[in-house]
């Protein structure tokens, strides 16, 4: 259990110290992005061949992510509410946020140093409901 949140710490102490400048510099393309009404494109933001190659399509709309979450999050308060699950429901609702927080930190580290750690909401959970 030790090493589970070492590993933790030492993932997003790492993300904070060594990569601040490129999280400034995205905090920065995502707040000209809102302060234009979202009419500027994310490909437009970044001179990559990937995303020159993408300008020419559509941006996904906002609505699709939320419908593929609904998707998945309805049925789950659903199951874990009749009780045929072994958690309760405040559980869960912890369990998405901790990998909201958790997944978006962790992916950035894996995308700069292919160093991956196991980020399962639902174990994250139980870590920080035994104290």
């Known amino acids: 259990m030790f090493f589970d949140y070492a590993s933790f710490t030492s993932a997003f102490s790492w993300v904070l110290f060594f990569g601040w400048p490129q999280l400034k510099a995205m905090w920065t393309k995502w707040q000209a992005r809102r302060a234009s009404g979202w009419k500027i494109s994310v490909n437009d933001q970044y001179p990559d061949q990937l995303?020159?190659?993408?300008?020419?399509?559509?941006e996904v709309p906002i609505w699709w992510f939320i419908?593929?979450?609904?998707?998945?999050?309805?049925?789950?308060?659903?199951?874990?509410?009749?009780?045929?699950?072994?958690?309760?429901?405040?559980?869960?609702?912890?369990?998405?946020?901790?990998?909201?927080?958790?997944?978006?930190?962790?992916?950035?580290?894996?995308?700069?140093?292919?160093?991956?750690?196991?980020?399962?909401?639902?174990?994250?959970?139980?870590?920080?409901?035994?104290?």
């Open 51 to 58: 995303n020159v190659l993408m300008r020419s399509y559509k």
């Open 67 to 131: 419908a593929l979450f609904l998707c998945s999050f309805v049925p789950s308060v659903v199951i874990l509410a009749k009780g045929y699950f072994f958690i309760p429901l405040w559980t869960y609702f912890i369990a998405i946020l901790t990998g909201a927080v958790v997944v978006v930190p962790l992916g950035w580290l894996y995308a700069l140093s292919n160093f991956q750690l196991v980020s399962n909401p639902l174990m994250l959970t139980s870590l920080l409901t035994k104290f």
